[in-house]
């Protein structure tokens, strides 16, 4: 029997009429029926009321919510979670998790400054030294992650660890002080990521347009190439997958390396952003990355969901960043309230489906 | 003649299943023989004494990891680390706000323990009612928690009441048999009996086929609380040995605590897609994680110390998970090859 | 909803039935079910159905694949709630397994559900236990379950081991013995001797007659209507989710059930009764032209080699008791699953056969690989009826790594018609087509590469008769264009006048090919228990 048969898996056995089932078996009118078939829409509704609900909350809450400065550093921090959120919403689609997207952003971030400030290195090739790294790293979650099935979120908390381990190491030995390290930005670097568009002229930070960039290939890849169904054909049941010739490896590689490669880069946006590197910049990304998969409603299971779902979830979160800071929560309360929405938003449409479904 | 046999077959079957147990056992020998060159007072009573000490915390947590693992299915409990800080806290801090005062040592433990398996409880709930996937549960306990510990204390600060700080650092507890020592024994014999319980084995049953044990009539939420409880337990223990080891509260060590915790459990062989775990898997691993890291400073890294030990928990975590893959890719092999697919 | 009489499920030649229906409740009656309705999102899987059963009986649930037997079976037991109607044992209704448990009810279900990693006798003994406590001593249950247990299995069997360790059809029989130790007062068996072969079939009836001496209400629910003429009392047909009619002791014929499960005056639905003409008139139309050859072939360690040619135009039929190799040789003849020693060679060109490694080469060698368990290999539960039917095919038909849809959407047409695909819309979800409408999907999608071999992997299994009809049709024309087709499976009616061989697997290794007018039941049985034909036994690596 193969190994992703068993049926203690991640309900990766339920199919598309078991959904529908578990809405209709609590209920016997024609109008849950109806719902029932919503369900694939049901997020995106929820999820679009939701978004709208907060940015009324912020117009009404926050000063200046539609100022222009606000909306540009809004869009700032939406396309830096946007990009890191691509590689998890991929690793989600798989069944996967990649918990290492924290240590890349943060190794990312301290390795360009050290490459470029310490080591005189162009930044041009500290750039593409660091993709490198993170390809590597991305192989690495792949390869193991595949082989311990179930296991990616463990295999991504250790591997990340040993990497921003290692990353300090190298780096701690130059100029350091209280976890950061001091150099100065390339010029260009700081360009991206300016919420005002700064040197480039465009008004608003180019990260953004990467990020739209990135987003409409994204979905355009998921939905018309071989690839993009792959992911979700792996995702739905690998064994099918498997005869029908996708190569499981391959396809959890290429998730892993894509996500490892979008931590980079949103990484070194990062050091546009602030000046200076921080071991511990990526720290956020941890939880937002996962939150905004889930909020969009691709669930952990694996097979249903995508990027352009991910991108509501990324605008969801921002804006509820916005709100909360304009509330004056401290950054431990926001986490707080990130942790108190995420449970009913789950509890709305990426529910297990029970047992008695699956027998 | 037939009992000897099965005598051995019994002890074969138990060593096959402890195929698992294979690799943080032999990286324990590896590491007590490098800790022998590099640091033999280790082997002596106020060595051992801080060996005890210094590795409850994570001993207990790894055994509060271990039933939430066997529930399955992919049970983690990502908010170990901040609830341990949470309750370490409310250890130092809390109840005196309360107005209970922490001089009186049961007080203080049914206290730890309570509000553990208070908390393990709702978490469990939530999981088990809602039909919720264990680790968006648990990740949504740790930012709640973690954000809740700096809200109500934003540096480390504090001081442990005087008698649970004696329980490590007194001249009188540098020695084999101290209180720590007796606090895990104590811990261990619970989970002993725990894990002959049926309640037990009705958990493996479920963790191992949740559809068996509903059509079997198991009670699955009950159960899946009842996991979350113990776990609430042991975590409350913890949370009591790592207040007495740093002798103050500090809201910022949860993050790196539930890393260590769960590369323990990993590395004590629990399968975390498989539903399958074991307390003295749990307990090795702690252990082995805890004296890499002792026998890495024994090393002078200086600065980079802690980076190191980072750099060595990720690269044993990763390799364990490897090892123990290809343990079960050999279990497995030879099960096809003798005939018996499955 | 008004009463609506049941559709048939193929529309012509539909007469209407008359035989004796038996629907008065009694006394005695445990089990009883009125107007129970059950519905998943758009599927309505069983309506309006009502049933009774006595203590002391052996009731039998009737129907095709599809007809909702299964479903109503986890309703009794407690598994699924109902939409609507009533239900009652021993007067109350069960919400749960576990108040159909406290009620006297035990059930087996379709699928053997054991806990990997747990003993044999925790096994035995799940959901015996309260929450905390044992109702039961150790040494007690170990004694009950030597009591029962090896009766049941003919063999000694280590309590202690790890289920794991024992095949199918030993997990079958340890899910059973579960069942009988909850000393149930009412008995549901869902297709419970799918995992079992002949000769524990028979231990199984023997056990069946006995708790029904024993007063039990045992309730089987099956579509193998042959074997329970024997032993039923009396036997209740579903058709499309209705209770069209429950015969008595004295009705039940195979035609009778038949008729009243397909709306349709019976003709042997397996069966047809001329077999076809030997392999020899095959070889004389196509000389020389084996597709597809296994040379020295090793399934394990100790198997005899195995030498099989498929020639263009053959139907070759493989089957075994349960274990004897033939899935694994389907597995290494799709390329899935590598041979102990030996290798398999496609024909590239007239004299040149070239060896076939892994599934990649013989996908693209030609031969198409179709699974039964489609729920396991076949279908993805997460994409649409067009995603499911095209996937395999992306990987060809795309461009710069762009799926050219509209291709695929032609093959898809194409394949459709051939097969008379009923689906909801191309875009629909998978799950919302029948069994045998997703098994089409599958069917159709490895058809549209235009194998030269097909390879069935137990195709007609959960597939209603109409479609395995259509099936079998549809074998034949493949054959009679010139493919070779290798169709593996468990029921042996389906190969009279389908296969032009048969190959009987014992031991990982073919014992027999019978041809012609040899294909017949009882010759195929007989070898499948090692008995050659001129009555020798094969007794050569006997697996207990």
Known sequence: MAKSS??????????????????????????????????????LILGVALLIALVVAGSVLVPGFFSVNAVRSMLLSASLLGIVALGQTLCALIGGLDLSIPFVVGAANVSLLYLTANRGIPSGIAVLIVIGIAVIVGVINGLISHRQQGQSLVVTLGTGTALLGLTQIITTNSIYSGGTIRGTVPGWITAIATPDGGRSGFGFAPSVLVWLVIAVVAVLLLSRTWTGRAIYAQGGNPVAARRALISERGIWVTTFTISAVMAAIAGMFLLGFSGSAFYDIGQPYLFTTVAAVLIGGTTLIGGRGGYAQTVLGVAILTVLTVVLVGLNLSPAAQEMVLGMVLIPLVAAYARLPHPRLRV | MSSVRRFLAGLWRTSRRQMSLLTPFALLVVLLILCAIRSPILFSGGGFSGLVGESAPLILAALALTPIAIAGPAGIDLAVGPLMNFINIGIVIGLSQLGWGSTNPVLVVCFAIGVGVLIGIFQGAVIALLRLQTVIVTLAGYLILAGLNLVWLSEPSGTAPTWLYDWLWSPQAQQVFS???????????????????????????????????????????????????????????????????????????????????????????????????????????????????????????????????????????????????????????????????? | MGRVGPTPVVSQNAEQVSVAVDCATSEDDVVILRSIGKSFGETIAVREATLSARAGEIHAIVGENGSGKSTLAKIVAGVLPPDSGDLAIFGKAPRSPRDARQLGLAMVFQEVLVAEGASVLENLFVGHDGFAW??????????????????????EIDLKEDIAAFPLSVRQWVVIARALLSNPRVLILDEATAALDQASVERFHAELLRLREEGVCVIVVTHRIAELTAFADRATVLRDGFNVGTLNRGDLSEDNLLRLMTGETATRVHQRTESLEAASDLAASHPESALLRARG??????????????????????????????????????????????????????DLYVPVRGAKSAQEAGIAYIPGDRKLEGLFPNLSVFENFGLPLYRREKRLGFILRRRVHEMFTEQEKQLSVVHGGLSAPIGSLSGGNQQKIVIGRSLATSPSVVVLNDPTRGVDVSTKREFYDLLERLSSSGKGVLFLSNEIEEFIGLCHRVAVFRDDSVLTILEGHDIRIDAILSAMFGYLDNGRQDTAGMKP
């Open chain 1, 6 to 43: 068993t049926p203690n898996g991640i309900g990766r056995s339920a199919s598309a009429s078991d959904v529908n089932a578990e809405a209709s078996e609590f209920g016997r009118t024609g109008l849950r029926r109806r719902m029932a078939t919503l369900a694939p829409q049901r997020s």
């Open chain 2, 179 to 342: 209180p720590a020592l007796f606090v895990l024994l104590g811990a261990f014999v619970l989970w002993a009996l725990l894990a002959r319980s049926t309640f037990f084995r009705n958990l493996r049953l479920m963790g191992s086929d949740e559809r068996t044990a509903y059509t079997s009539g198991v009670r699955l939420v009950a159960t899946r609380i009842g996991a979350h409880a113990v776990a609430g337990v042991y975590v409350g223990l913890a949370a009591v040995m790592y207040t007495a080891l740093i002798g103050s509260a500090d809201p910022k060590a949860g993050a790196a605590f539930t890393l260590t915790a769960v590369t323990a459990l990993v590395l004590g062989g629990a399968s975390l897609s498989g539903g399958r775990a074991s307390g003295i898997g749990a307990v090795l691993g702690a252990v082995d994680v805890w004296l890499i890291s002792y026998i890495l400073t024994t090393f002078r890294f200086g600065m980079a110390a802690s980076y190191v030990v980072q750099l060595a928990t990720g690269v044993v975590l990763v390799v364990a998970l490897v090892a123990g893959g290809l343990l079960t890719d050999l279990a497995r092999r030879r099960r096809r090859m003798r005939g018996q697919t499955g």
């Open chain 3, 134 to 155: 044992s109702k039961l001593s150790k040494r007690e249950k170990i004694s009950r379950a030597n009591a029962l247990l090896p009766r049941l299995l003919g063999s």
């Open chain 3, 297 to 350: 072939m090793k399934l394990s360690a100790i198997a005899a080699p195995i030498d099989l040619d498929l020639r263009a135009g053959e139907v070759v039929g493989l089957i075994g008791l349960e274990g004897q190799g033939q899935v694994d040789f389907v597995r290494v003849l799709a390329g899935i699953q590598p041979p102990i020693a030996g290798e398999v060679l496609v024909r590239r060109e007239e």
